[in-house]
């Protein structure tokens, strides 16, 4: 609610779910004096966030109306846009999924507020662990980035990584409970997503193809076929 929404760290990204239907994030700032950046990143594909800026005091004095509303293209679509004000002041944001009754899995998106940095932050690399079976998200997964420990991934299993320059990069990605994997990822944007599917460790090894049943197991023996 907006009486108890949190404290937006400006140049942090903080990570946000619509846990519940009709569900929505209220984050409160204070503003200042000049430009700033707001962005939903990384958000999954049955995240369409729309934004709404508000003046704190406002509500103070019965007044609800958002000086701003930006909405996402579509599901999975970012949201970016620049805001100048006048003075310092605190300010809310409303962040909420444009269908309301779409809630939970695959809704988590990245908050960001910009400020001093002449828009978005330096390029930056946001990759997602997901569980190659389900999809669903895997946190506290250990982040390699070239070589080196890049932190892990968040309660809805995302990671941000600052990259040097554009270019491509090694990921590797570890987590109890699954196999190690590393993936070659190519920044060519100032943010770039990437998502790297862990599979369960020790599984059952895949089923032998269909159609052939121990094809040539004699040698010299006439093949076998299965329809």
């Known amino acids: 609610t907006p009486g108890n929404a949190p404290w937006l760290t400006v140049n942090q990204v903080q990570g946000h779910n619509f846990h519940q239907s009709g569900d929505e994030d209220w984050v409160r700032f204070t503003s200042p004096a000049g430009a700033a950046t707001f962005a939903v990143l990384a958000p999954r594909h049955r995240c369409e966030a729309i934004v709404e800026l508000y003046r704190e005091s406002d509500f103070k004095e019965g007044k609800q109306t958002p000086l701003r509303v930006e909405r996402a293209a579509g599901p999975g679509e970012e949201v970016v846009f620049d805001q100048t004000f006048a003075a310092a002041d605190q300010y809310l944001l409303r962040i909420r999924n444009a269908t309301p009754s779409v809630f939970g899995r695959d809704t988590s998106y990245l908050l960001l507020g910009a400020v ?6 330096s390029t930056a690399l946001f990759v997602t662990a997901a569980d190659n079976e389900t999809g669903a998200a895997v946190p506290d997964a250990t982040v390699q980035f070239n070589g080196a420990n890049a932190g892990r991934t968040s309660s809805v299993g995302v990671a941000q990584v600052v990259v040097p320059d554009y270019g491509a990069y090694s990921v590797t990605l570890r987590k109890e409970g699954y196999a190690d994997k590393t993936e070659t990822i190519s920044v060519n944007n100032s943010i770039e997503q990437a998502v790297i599917r862990l599979s369960k ?3 059952e090894p895949p089923p032998p193809a269909k159609g052939c049943a121990g094809c040539a197991s004699t040698p010299g023996a006439p093949a076998s076929w299965m329809g």
């Open 201 to 203: 460790a020790g599984g």
């Open 116 to 121: 001093g940095t002449g828009g978005l932050l």
